[in-house]
């Protein structure tokens, strides 16, 4: 009985011009979209190639380890075109330097060059799933049950010795494949043409991610699909219920996303926290400063010059750089002698002993101030935006929206994963030193005796967090997606087997 | 007759639940938008005020020096005046940079200063904003995208409703012309849709206005009304588009779908689309490229110094050569800049051009032209600095002249006048809007969106004549 019910909804449902038109929509849409996204992301991968050599190049052309410091980059996600997230938004290239932390505060982007044409908004695949998918879930929805009530049919139907679970079953199974038809051969278009850009390589693991993205956008279009029929069973008039399911989807899709965030102001003023913290740094690189003045002092050459009077050709530079509003303090020392006079070379011994003393100092201040920095940060921008993020998740689409980018790896935590392994990547530099003992060695600041040597220097490489990491991200939402599609489910079934036809 | 039927309509739509629903959702955006905009203005306004504060502090203490300084380092940095109408339009102001000046001034050799030059820096991106990104609630979203839907709700079954009910036909017996029926659901439909609009505004202008930190004065009153009439007229095409839809179709669901769907391809993605695929048309100069060319064009000018440069016996000469090198290159970077400038804003111009296809691509265009933000504002702002930047000049070549003591050499500190300056002669920069120049930048929209609204209406009208009944 039940697979005649959905033998005959089905056909009531793929013999309408909803059908086709949610077809036919989808289809343009996506694939128009996907191209003109393709494009977009072949433009960004070729600035970060550009961006990658120019770095290495500057990396070789460096004499001394001092000298400046190294650039790691992060390539765009290729999903990015699903859900773009904040791939896009956030910096894509931060300096690596043992005086230093890096974090996504302190990065700065490469190849941004075209911010006019930023006034125009981008959409992304999701975003269309987003709007058009849920509309046609609640125009399949709307009239599922008062159409057949005002028709009649539905009596008709009850006459026989038939369930009203099947029936309600019947209509969800036979929708919700409908439904799918348009996703799935939109996203498979997509993706063709995604495998046929020559630019674009995807791995098993990004096909097991997309994979996740249709499981979300399924459980997403039942949601909507269960409201509408949530909406269609109590009431009448299919008139009203549709009218009722436009608001809906108006409301949470066009305008509660857009307004929750401007009517919540929840950047509540951090200026104290952001001034108390920084002055604590700023107190901790005052005591590395009376440190080094201390050191200088006491050391055999008089005054507290820090070339050392070294007779030289080239450039040195010491500075501290701040920036209160991220909390960014460091402090940066560098030189490169191309050649040293004779009369100096008795002096080299001092400069050098100098920076035994003052790298792993630095590198000991930076530890200790991102201890705090990094709680700060913490503090005052991941956890407003966090509140945003749990605000907006109210309705379904925000849910969905936050699943997607899980998913892709386009979220705060997937572009954090970056600027954890640029941090390692630090660390590993800062052995690498170690290990060659430079920051004693005459390479360190001069390079008349030699070059210092990069070719050993272990490369940067940032792998995406593999699928059950995203899998583990995306979960939550899911969930509470599937537990509201599960609420709606009873509460569907419990009105309609009590409602009077 | 009109009459009757647009007042049975409005009887008709003022009980329905879509009116209501209308009403709390267009009240509860432009609350938003105006608590939004009391909340952010004042501080917009005071960073303006006090950055232009910051750039005449410079420029007085420079007049104390000489001409020659003020001169050469220019008179800082140029403010863009923020619009008291941004909550009418955003307008992408976070992309279009608020300042033009302050090039980085090379020194050409041992005496000689680059002079100053206009520059124009493409806005800084903020890097550091994790917060989700969403559209901000200005009019042009409340107007383009929330009231074109609800627009379409009330109109998709004026027609093929009252078919399927029956109604149309009993209406069409009695001796009335098709056209006054239409009229009058036209009618009907425009102010019932336009009470809550209007009332949502009056509030939102209420609210803005009460505040003591924002004032509106007549300029801004003939705007929003023009803003108004704008949002009028838009409302018609979209009340037309739903009369055609429904005057064709058999059942009024499926011309709910039609108008959805085609809402949503037009409003939501076409003009995005539209955008990135013609902007894609033509490649600017990137910032490396310009940086290079910039690079290129300082190493020639040195080596023409270095060649043509008179012997030191011949000093006025000598003097003279480098005044006008000095002069020279300070036009040619200009010059580049401006180009670099023109070849982006010709990109942009090109997908603006082409994204009017859609209609709210062309409210958004027109809403922005009055409320004195986004693109085009930004162009009058160039513009108004580049007018400037020649009064400034001219300022600065007539007090020489003034001075008979000068050796009248624009550029090299000895041939320029000694004499101090008096700060208040200085000219100072002042970024204005203008509602007549205005006018003109919106008049192509104007014209482009009543043309589409009288091509809906008059097949509206075609289509309603021959349906049958």
């Not at chain 1, 494949?177 to 278009?189: E, G, R, T, V």
Request: charged share 20%; glycine share 6%.
């Amino acid at each position: 009985m039940l697979t005649t019910l959905i033998r005959r909804e089905l056909l009531d449902n793929l013999m309408t011009f909803r059908f086709a038109a949610a077809v036919f929509v989808m289809l343009l849409l996506v694939v128009a979209n996907t191209a003109v996204l393709i494009k977009d992301y072949e433009r960004r991968l070729a600035n970060y190639n550009t961006a990658v050599k120019t770095h290495q190049q500057k990396v070789r052309e460096r004499k001394t380890y001092s000298a400046g410091d190294l650039n790691v980059d992060r390539a765009p996600n290729p999903l990015s075109i699903f859900n773009v997230g904040l791939d896009k938004r956030l910096g894509n290239q931060v300096a690596v330097h043992h005086g230093f932390v890096p974090t996504l505060w302190d990065a700065k982007m490469h190849g941004s060059d075209t911010t006019f044409l930023n006034i125009f908004s981008s959409i992304d695949i999701v975003f269309i799933f987003e709007v058009v998918l849920s509309l046609m879930a609640l125009i399949f929805a709307y009239d599922a049950i008062a159409g057949e009530r005002e028709a009649g049919t539905l009596r008709l139907v009850l006459t026989h010795p038939v369930r009203r679970s099947h029936i309600l079953a019947a209509k969800y199974i036979s929708a919700m494949a409908c439904l799918l038809i348009p996703l799935l051969m939109s996203l498979a278009l997509a993706v063709i043409l995604l495998t046929s850009a020559g630019s674009i390589s995807l791995k098993t693991a990004d096909f097991l991610r997309i994979g996740g993205i249709v499981l979300t956008s399924l459980v997403y279009l039942s949601v909507f699909y269960l409201v509408g029929l949530l909406i269609s069973a109590t009431t009448h008039r299919t008139g009203t219920a549709l009218m009722f399911s436009m608001f809906v989807w108006g409301f949470w899709v066009l305008v509660y996303p857009n307004m929750i965030l401007a009517a919540v102001d929840s950047m509540h003023d951090a200026e104290p926290r952001t001034k108390a913290v920084f002055s604590q740094i700023q107190q901790m690189w005052e005591a590395f400063d009376r440190e080094r003045g201390e050191f200088l002092e006491n050391d055999p050459v008089p005054g507290e010059s820090t070339n050392f009077d070294i007779g030289w050709m080239g450039f040195d530079f010491r500075h501290f750089r701040k920036d209160s509003a991220t909390l960014r303090y460091y402090y940066q020392a560098g030189a490169h002698f191309e050649e040293i006079d004779e009369r100096s070379q008795s002096q080299v011994p001092h400069a050098q002993n100098y920076y035994q003393f003052l790298v792993p100092l630095t590198i000991r201040t930076a530890a200790r101030t991102w201890l705090v920095r990094r709680q700060a940060l913490e503090n005052i921008f991941v956890q407003p935006a966090s509140v945003d993020r749990t605000l907006l998740k109210l309705s379904p689409v925000g849910m969905y929206d936050a699943a997607t980018q899980a998913w892709a790896g386009t979220d705060l935590l997937g572009i954090q994963d970056f600027f954890d392994a640029a941090r390692q990547y630090r660390q590993t530099v800062i052995d690498y030193f170690y290990d060659r003992e430079a920051f004693g060695s005459r390479q360190w600041f001069s390079a008349d005796k030699g070059a210092a040597d990069w070719s050993t220097l272990p490369r940067f490489s940032f792998q995406r967090s593999d699928v059950g990491v995203n899998a583990k991200r995306a979960l939550p939402d899911l969930f509470l997606l599937l537990i509201i599609n599960l609420g709606l489910f009873i509460i569907i079934f419990l009105i309609f087997i009590k409602s009077e036809i | 007759m009109i009459w009757h039927i647009t007042k049975r309509e409005l009887y008709d739509n003022l009980n329905s639940l879509r009116f209501t629903l209308a009403t709390v959702l267009l009240l509860g955006l432009m609350l938003t938008n105006a608590v939004v905009h009391l909340r952010e203005h004042p501080k917009r306004i005071q960073k303006y005020h006090a950055s232009v504060r910051e750039s005449l502090k410079d420029l007085t203490s420079r007049a104390d020096d000489s001409l020659y300084e003020i001169a050469q380092q220019g008179p800082g940095l140029l403010h863009k005046k923020p619009s008291p109408l941004h909550f009418c339009a955003e307008g992408g102001e976070a992309f279009l940079s608020d300042v033009v000046g302050g090039a980085f001034l090379w020194s050409i050799s041992g005496g000689l200063n680059g002079f100053w030059r206009l520059n124009y820096p493409s806005a800084t991106p903020n890097l550091t904003n994790i917060r989700p990104d969403v559209t901000k609630v200005d009019w042009v979203f409340i107007i383009g995208y929330v009231l074109s839907l609800i627009a379409l709700l009330f109109t998709f079954d004026s027609v093929s409703g009252e078919r399927e009910r029956g109604t149309l036909r009993l209406m069409l017996a009695n001796p009335i012309p098709r056209h006054t029926v239409l009229t009058g659901k036209f009618l009907g439909a425009l102010i019932s849709i336009n009470i809550p609009f209007t009332l949502a505004v009056l509030m939102n202008l209420l609210v803005i206005s009460t505040s003591s930190d924002v004032h509106l004065g007549t300029e801004i009153w003939e705007r929003l009304g023009i803003i108004f009439l704008i949002a009028v007229l838009y409302t018609c095409l979209f009340i037309a588009l739903g009369l055609l839809v429904s005057a064709r179709v058999q059942r009024s669901a499926v011309g709910l779908v039609m108008l959805l769907l085609a809402w949503a391809i037009f409003v939501v993605f076409m003009p995005s689309i539209l955008a990135t695929i013609a902007s894609g048309f033509s490649s600017p100069m990137t910032s490396d490229e310009l940086w290079a060319r910039r690079g290129e064009l300082y190493r020639e000018r040195w080596a023409r110094y270095d060649a043509h440069l008179p012997a030191e016996s011949e000093s006025s000469k000598r003097m003279r050569f480098e005044g006008e090198h000095v002069i020279q290159e300070a036009t040619e970077q200009e010059r580049l800049s401006e180009a670099h400038l023109a070849q982006k804003i010709g990109q942009v111009k090109f997908a603006r051009a082409i994204t009017r296809v859609s209609p709210v691509a062309i409210v958004h265009h027109l809403l922005e032209a009055f409320a004195g933000t986004g693109f085009e504002r930004h162009l009058q702002f160039v513009e108004n600095t580049r007018r400037y930047a020649r009064h400034f000049r001219e300022f600065v070549v007539d007090t020489d002249r003034a001075d008979a003591e000068s050796l009248h050499i624009i550029g090299v500190r000895e041939g320029m006048s000694q004499k101090s300056v008096s700060p208040a002669a200085i000219p100072k920069f002042e970024d204005t809007l203008s509602l007549s120049r205005d006018f003109n930048t919106a008049a192509v929209d104007v014209l482009l969106l009543t043309l589409f609204v009288i091509v809906l209406l008059s097949s509206t009208y075609l289509a309603f004549v021959r349906v049958e009944i």
